[in-house]
């Protein structure tokens, strides 16, 4: 318990067990929302956490998973709730976490051809990819 | 200064399909600035006819690092910017955010800054209304009811301003209180208020709730039912609209909701003129509540007494080196909030509003998540889209009341 919150840690292969039983059993029928937490200095590097909510019971659940930085893959829940897939897609292109099984990772919030993966704790804040380039101004 | 030739641009979207899937079908863009949507989004749709087949929702366009932007502001500095994520209702935004770092600190409020922040939110859940309301309307035509509603809305606006010295992003929660108290009259002003938009809220009624256009333009289109509406991640009046009383103001309380009372309103088809007539009744749920509110509120500090985050009295940091030292401390390194992590949710004017903070202590914190309503929604939005006539876009994109700022953060 943290918080308020139930929170389940699990290994990254029991994933789709464990948020296949919290639907069907525990009545968690609402994906509210998947991100990342970076910890550069850790090994594995990222946790991938999930929040899930109870419309039955009023309550919320928090899973967390760790993934390394070699091989960031997650199973993708999107079997589970259709809306996994969008919220997937925020995580891949903000953590390059991948979720195996959604076939649609495109950027999202960001736009075709951008480099890196900018809420990694690595990528500078002030880094500039234009998408058109700078024009010179000429006084 | 030459521009580059247009084609040799690159797109910034790579849309899901180039080719129809039925012979005879168009691949059409719609936006991502266009005038019959508010809120900057862009649609791929397959057309047949002028019928929708399917629908690739692109958002972005607003996107400004948010989350990044936070992990180098301390905890109290990043509120400006929560502002700035529902814009339409921004006093939501800073209590749920604060109430998530007041629950890192351990933090109990006091009564009378919670019962302010109560109604507050709920005042601003109606301007977010009257804004869904007004723009969905004028989309379809109706210029007399925008400008109803329009009007009380900013009657609201320019009073928070009085309040917050801000018309929309007002920037006043702090963690563990609120910036300052309400100025005199400011209550009376409220209820005269309350009454006015009585009169326009009865008017828009009267015009649009058994208009045969309205009707024709917004029952059974765009239908969603509960258990899709959960399993795209629907939160707020549109989950409402489609038959669930579920509302996190009553299931899990928080702030005062515990001490009010008041109904859930919910429609019975999830079309587009239920979501029309949730946000209505909302309307009128959140006026009963801030009139009990206003009786509620008696007089007290706004802030809790806790030198973790509360800046110390003015008169005191020019005569006291302890305060002064308080003061300097907190404004250069921010409150320091001890590790952790949490989630608080806030029913916002468009659903779940949620805020997941991780903090490794000290006043700056290492990860603000926004879980936000509206970028939920876009990731659902193509069930209510697909299958409809194209003009069926407008008043369907309308009444889902896409924000950009919570969006695309």
């Not at chain 2, 973790?308 to 390194?333: G, S, W």
């Amino acid at each position: 318990m943290a918080h308020g919150i139930l929170v389940l840690q699990i290994a990254a292969e029991s994933l789709m067990p464990v948020a296949g039983r919290l639907k069907q059993e525990f009545g968690f029928d609402l994906f509210l929302d998947v991100t990342a937490t970076d910890w550069p200095q850790r090994r594995p590097r990222f946790d991938v956490v999930y929040h899930f909510y109870s419309t039955r019971d009023f309550v919320r659940v928090r899973l967390k998973t760790r993934v390394e930085e070699a091989d960031p893959t997650v199973d993708t829940l999107v079997t589970l709730y259709g809306s996994a897939r969008y919220m997937e897609r925020e995580c891949h292109e903000m953590y390059g976490i991948r979720f195996r099984g959604n076939d649609d990772l495109r950027p999202l919030l960001l736009y075709e051809g951008f480099v890196g993966h900018p809420l990694r704790k690595d990528y500078p804040k002030q880094r500039e990819q234009p998408l058109v380039p700078y024009r010179d101004v000429k006084r | 200064m030459s521009l580059p030739p247009l084609t040799t641009l690159p797109n910034p979207i790579r849309p899901a399909f180039t080719k129809g899937l039925t012979p005879g079908s168009v691949i059409v863009n719609i936006g991502p600035s266009h005038p019959a949507t508010h809120g900057t989004i862009q649609i791929v749709a397959e057309i047949s006819g002028e019928r929708v087949v399917r629908t690739d929702v692109h958002c972005g366009y607003l996107h400004r690092g948010f989350e990044k932007e936070c992990e180098s502001h301390t905890w109290h500095t990043l509120i400006p910017y929560v502002d700035r994520l529902n814009y339409c209702s921004a006093l939501i935004n800073d209590f749920a955010y604060c109430e998530a770092v007041e629950k890192l600190m351990g933090i109990e409020l006091t009564p009378r800054c919670r019962h302010l922040r109560t109604l507050l939110a709920e005042y601003s859940r109606i301007a977010d209304h009257l804004t869904c309301v007004a723009a969905a309307l004028m989309e379809m035509g109706a210029m007399t009811a925008f400008l109803y509603l329009v009007t009380i809305r900013d009657y609201i606006y320019e009073h928070i301003a009085d309040l917050t010295g801000a018309r929309v992003t007002h920037s006043y929660g702090r963690i563990g209180g609120l910036a300052r108290d309400l100025p005199d009259g400011w209550l009376q002003r409220l209820e005269e208020i309350l009454d006015q938009m009585d009169t326009f809220v009865d008017r828009v009624h009267g015009l649009v709730d058994r208009n045969r256009i309205f009707i024709d333009r917004t029952r059974d289109v765009g239908v969603i039912g509960t258990t899709e509406a959960i399993n795209w991640g629907f939160t707020g009046p549109i989950l409402r609209s489609t038959g669930a009383p579920r509302d996190l103001r009553k299931d899990t309380p928080y702030l005062s909701y515990g001490e009010l009372e008041f109904e859930i309103p919910v429609g019975i088809k999830g079309d587009n003129y239920d979501r029309y007539y949730v946000r209505m009744r909302e309307i009128d749920e959140s006026k009963h509540m801030i009139r009990q509110l206003i009786d509620m509120l008696q007089p007290g500090p706004i802030s809790v007494d806790d030198r973790r985050c509360t800046l110390p009295d003015k008169q005191a940091v020019y005569t006291e080196i302890e305060a002064l030292i308080n003061h300097f401390k907190l404004i250069m390194e921010g409150p320091q909030v001890p590790a952790g992590e949490a989630y608080s949710a806030h029913e916002g004017a468009n659903g779940e509003l949620g805020f997941y903070l991780v903090s490794v202590g000290g006043g700056v914190p290492w990860k603000v998540h926004c879980r936000s309503p509206s970028f939920v929604h876009m990731g659902g939005v193509h069930r209510m889209l697909d299958g409809y006539q194209l003009a069926d876009l407008v008043p369907t994109f309308g009444s889902i009341n896409m924000i950009g700022g919570e969006c695309d953060r």
